[in-house]
Every structure is written in structure tokens, then in C-alpha cells.
């Protein structure tokens, strides 16, 4: 309650809330899925969170903080109005990813993430839950897995691998890959990357 903290969630709903909380989930997280900000309409929420705190703590750049906000806002809205098209032939693919990370992204975007080469939040792969997966991927068809810098390519790919699937390097942090400086950046990346995979798939 300090001045200057900012809750981020508030106003975000958030996904894959667990009704209890203990290990056997793995690293679930008790208050929600924690990738919000892959949707950029929570992202506006967490900026205007932002510009309201930093005008309680600094009155006089409360213009500047506004103007600021609604510049990056317009910007937001008409590049989430080509994001939005660019995914719109694709609406109810489904994707595999390593963690639910994505599953903002695809909620926003009409995609499906439900299949993780995690068989829960933070834990290793193992090999029947890998085979579980290829299993799956071969029977609906599913050509996309999205990995993340930091995770294991080698298993995405010996996964992908099993049907022709394309693995596709994605990131949820700005700077995570080469061009994504802001994040704008980040998620115009990422769009472009996830819509050539799809379209490139029978």
C-alpha cells in the first residue's frame, strides 16, 4: 500500500486459477496464470496503472504522463487491429507450447494452447508425457510449438519432429530476441512469426 506500488493484475482477469494450492501441481501459481501482459488489452491496463501512480507521485508531470499515456494507447490499438488480422484466418488452431505462457496470447487472438511439453507448470518433460504429446500433435494435427529462448530446443524439436511440426521462437520479454526492443516490438514479433508458421501448414 506503499506510494508507488503497482498492482499490475488489477483489473486483469486472470486465467488458470487453481482451486487449491499445493505441490502436486507443480509450480502453479495460486492467484492465476501470471503471462498476462501477452495480451496486449491487459497491457493497457497495466499502462494506465502505471500513469495514474506515477501522477499521485508527481503532480506537476501529470500532463506529460496522460499525453504519454494516450500516445502509446493509439499506437497500441491500431497495431492491435493488424495483429488481430493477421491471426484471424487462424482462429481456433490449436499450438503446443513448453510452459503456459501463452495462454493470454491465444485467448486474445482466438487460438488454442491447452497441450505443454510440461506435464505441470515447471516440471521437466518426461518421456511418456512427451510421447503423450507427439501422440496428441499426430492425431489433431497440430504443426506449431512455440519455444521461448530460454527452454529446451532440442526437446521442442525431437518433439516437432514426429509429425513435421515447426518449432517457432517466441518471447514474452522485450529484448528476449533480436528486434524487440519495446513492446510493441515484442508482439508485432511475435504475431509475424506465429502467423507464418500457421499459414505455412497444410
Known sequence: GAPGRVVASQGVQLLDIPPSADRSQGDAHIAGNPHFMLDPQNARIVAAHLARTFTALDAAGAPVYESNLATWIASLEAKLREWTAALAP??????????????????????????????????????????????????????????????????????????????????????GIPGTVTYIDLIDTNVKRIAQALAAQP
Not at 488452431?93 to 485467448?107: A, D, E, G, L, N
Open 90 to 175: 487462424f482462429k481456433g488452431r490449436q499450438i503446443v507450447t513448453y510452459h503456459p505462457t501463452w495462454r493470454y496470447f491465444c485467448s486474445r487472438f482466438g487460438l488454442e494452447a491447452n497441450t505443454f511439453l510440461e506435464p505441470k507448470p515447471g516440471i521437466p518433460p518426461s518421456p511418456p508425457h512427451l510421447a503423450q504429446v507427439i501422440a496428441k500433435m499426430k492425431a489433431e494435427d497440430i504443426r506449431v510449438l512455440l519455444l521461448e529462448p530460454y527452454q529446451p530446443r532440442k526437446t521442442a524439436e525431437s518433439v516437432a519432429s514426429h509429425n513435421g511440426a515447426r518449432v517457432v521462437e517466441v518471447c514474452q520479454f522485450p529484448g
